[in-house]
């Protein structure tokens, strides 16, 4: 008997699943677009804050139509300066729309758009609609939130007092060290954007913050609040993806909420950027123990890179 044969009468064992390491809640439709609009007002303000002479210079921009936004950057293929941030979720979609905005970026040179959609986007053909066109499904990113209930008095992430923690502290963003925090986001990302970067620094709405290890950066993440939503972004580096701890970023995660809390944040909006099928593994721990529940997962669309078969 061949040996394929015999594998045949094999057992087949059933994949080992795990139960999910972090509530997962239905919200609604309008929940769902309070979670979105929290992260549209901090691109909004971000875009607004942006250096003319920067802006000029890196093809940067920003536009709306009604509640709808897009992001345009002709120097910079970054996702989030290449995206539809919203199409679907304040109202229904029109394959109009989708043409237009494609016509757009077509016109200033941009190779690979970005279209967010979710479960409650509108119409539900939208995705059909951009995969029509040519885009592809291109993963996506867990959307998770929490209310405003306080954490527990204790740290939720005090490290094991039998491991050192190598002098790990936790410093709000001033005007005096802007430029480390900026220069160590442009390192990880290799991008540009200190000029920018530091604009925000000081400016209504936001806060940052940095964890250092014996006085060096080692994580950063930012916090936005506006009409007492909260958004959380500006991370480096992105956990599972840029760097494969992560404990540096929940302990900045628990500063955000604690401050956030004190701060009237009614509403906190996060992504858990490397997703998991079973949604487990320690950014969906962590963000659990923080009080947060995963809403849906977004999905991204846009086209193949043209080196890609």
């Known amino acids: 008997m061949s040996t394929a044969a015999l594998a045949e009468l094999e057992p087949v064992t059933p994949p080992e699943t795990h139960l999910p390491e972090i509530a997962i ?7 769902s677009r309070a979670i979105e609009r929290a992260e549209v007002a901090a691109w909004l303000d971000l875009y607004e804050a942006a250096p003319a002479d920067f802006a000029a210079r890196q093809g940067l921009s920003i536009a709306s139509d009604g509640d709808l936004v897009w992001t345009t950057c002709t120097t910079i293929p970054f ?15 029109t394959e109009e729309q989708v043409d237009a905005l494609l016509a757009h970026y077509r016109d200033a040179g941009v190779m690979r758009p970005w279209f967010y959609t979710n479960p409650h986007v509108e119409p539900g053909r939208l995705r059909c609609w951009l995969e029509a066109r040519g885009l592809q ?4 990113w867990e959307r ?3 209310d405003a209930t306080p954490l527990p008095d204790k740290p939720l992430f005090p490290g094991d007092p039998l491991i050192p923690v190598d002098d790990l502290v936790v410093e709000e963003v001033t005007p005096r060290i802007a430029s480390e925090w900026a220069s160590f986001i442009d390192a990880k990302y290799r991008l ?26 080692a994580a950063v993440r930012s916090l936005f609040i506006s009409d007492g939503a909260a958004w959380s972004g500006i991370d480096a580096p992105v956990p599972g993806i840029m760097a494969p701890s992560f404990d540096l970023d929940a302990m900045l995660g628990e500063r955000l909420v604690r401050d ?3 701060a009237g944040a009614k509403l906190f909006v996060a992504d858990i950027e490397a997703p998991r099928p079973d949604r487990d593994g320690p950014a ?3 963000y659990d123990r923080l009080g947060f529940k995963l809403a849906y997962l977004r999905n991204h669309y846009s086209y193949l890179p043209a080196h890609s078969s």
């Not at 499904?137 to 996506?140: L, M, R, V, Y």
């Open 25 to 31: 809640e239905e919200v609604s439709r309008e929940t």
């Open 137 to 140: 499904h291109q993963g996506g």
């Open 284 to 286: 969906y721990r962590n």
């Open 79 to 93: 996702i989030h300066f290449n995206c539809v941030k919203n199409i679907g979720v304040d109202g229904p979609a």
């Open 192 to 217: 540009p954007t200190s000029p920018w970067l530091m604009a925000l620094v000081g400016r209504k709405g936001w806060r940052h913050y940095m964890l250092k290890r014996r006085g060096t950066v």
């Open 144 to 146: 998770i939130y929490r």
């Open 260 to 262: 956030g809390i004190a």
